[in-house]
């Protein structure tokens, strides 16, 4: 008798269907674009577009900001995500309400209101300037400092997310038999806490890191014209310079790297994780 | 170089005088028929005046019923390049760039002065290509300023170089047609040169330009952030702003207002053409002569805060008479804009 299919997987057939239709043959489409010209299958664009020194400095704005951005996220939703899990009650439903409805309001409104924050006479630039850090008011709006903070504002829950639902898994009385041998808060966090958290982290980083290098809205509205992205570069050449050629080529490049370092960087913990 | 001539009428203006009077012993052959249907394409945020000033006066002295249809200038070619062997739309009003690419496709009707005769009452400069289209609009780019952060308006395009305003300038980003005029202008400053020479080589334009890094504050792409920077007293100028945007912003209580510099101003022209094989060519034209004509051109510069290409209609409050108006070449745009904005994202990245 042979094997019959687990009518369970036809669960997965709107999905692929959807995915299909509005991901993978579009996603097609862009890669066939980028390599296919008059006259044949061509990775000229490729070499036209990595033998401009600008295209380096675009990719390195990308990638920069992207990094900075994940940090930022990071530093801020780990502990964020431990005191999370670590509530109860009230406490745990106001930090995820917190956490979530932000996601509801719009990006533009949120760049918007960076946009005020970020002035020369904005909240930060006073405040810095009271505690004494700056000598006197300065701007942060249109810089890559406050490109960094506005978009580790938009994406930071999809960092807590992901590392808290792996915290909450963890069973409390593995970290407390450590301490019960002796084990140093230090030691235990690397040791102990810090691999079985890693899934959540790598998955958090993954998100934030790729959603940052793709963003177009809040780079157009923080940053502005004078720091192109490979994102920007894309939309631009798209919408406004009807210059498809080097659309294509961008928004490839910019796949490409993403998912190179989204994988790379998943693999290299697990590794380091399964190591420890 | 263009120039808004004022005063002292010319042999032009009795020829021009002599033409209206032909076109009102012609109408009646347009007027004989009744409820015919013209369908006009423009751009959306031109429908408020166009259905509530243009439409009326038209409908009324022509008989029939005009459809506007209200959208971009790139989707408007589109349907015209579409409907190419059965045109449906008769007239077309769109920008100046996007009039050459219908020119190219061979898609428009010439205009000439015996079917619409207003054509001769233009100022130099707004009929193009052979009369392929004509401007019926010009909103104008100068200065717009913030009244409460400035203690005096600005007087020249020089100004904004000034290290007093460090961090405090909005240019529009190149990709914004509005953009465009800075490069001449930056030409113009460095080197004494005349506008057009300076359209043509941008060399000394860009060297200009880059000075004025340390003053910028942002390169807009979105129009509102800009303004409302502006409004807020983060920025204290935008050079150059469009009079149909500021001049709207300062009417409804913005604290902001709109200069001409002494070097002159620059034409963002708004065209109107006749689609190839449209459909009552006569009374196609004869909507075109309309809107060149001076009667409906004073009625709409109030509203659109723009200058008339009539030279009938007197230039609007708050600009000086003879104010140097200086035209863009769109085809020489269209030919080096790529090249341009790649120098831009270069040279003036942060």
Redesign the interface.
Known sequence: MRNRPDPVALLALPALLYLGIVYAVPLAGLLVGSVVRPGGVTLAPFADFFRDP?HW?VAGNTLRVAALTTLVCLAIGYPTAVALARARGFAQAAILVAIILPLSVGVVVKA?AW??VL???GVVSQILVGLGVWDEPQ?L????AGLVIGAANVFVPFMILPVYSVLKTIDPRVGEAATTLGASPLYRFRKVTLPLALPGIVSGIAFVFSMTASMYVIP??L??????TLATLTG?SFL??R?EELGSTTAVVLLALTVAIVVGSTSLSRRLGGSS | MDRIVTGKPSRRAVLAGAAGVASLLAAPAVLRAQKRELVVGGAASHKPWVESIVIPAFEKKYGCKVIFEGTRSLVNLEKIQKNKDKPYMSVVQMDDPVMILAVQEGLLDPLTVAKVSNLATLVPGTTHMDGMWANYLRPWLGIAYNRNSMKAPPTSWADVYDPKYK?RIIVP???NTEGLPNIFMAGHLATGQPMEAMQRDTDAGFAKLVTLKPN???????QP?AY??LE?G?AWMIASAMSSYALERKAAGAPIDLVAPKEGVFAMPSGIAVVKGAPDPELAFAYVDELLGAEIQGRLVGPTFSLATNRHVPAPEGLPAGMTVHAIDWANVAKER?AW??RW??E???
């Open positions: 600008f400095t918007f946009q005020i002035r020369r006479d701007r709006l249109f810089t890559e157009s509205l940053v502005g014209d004078r720091f192109q631009r406004f310079m210059n | 961090g980003s190149l990709q910028l504050l942002t390169a807009y792409t979105q952030q409302n920077l807020q983060e790529k904005v790649a994202d270069r003036m990245a942060l």
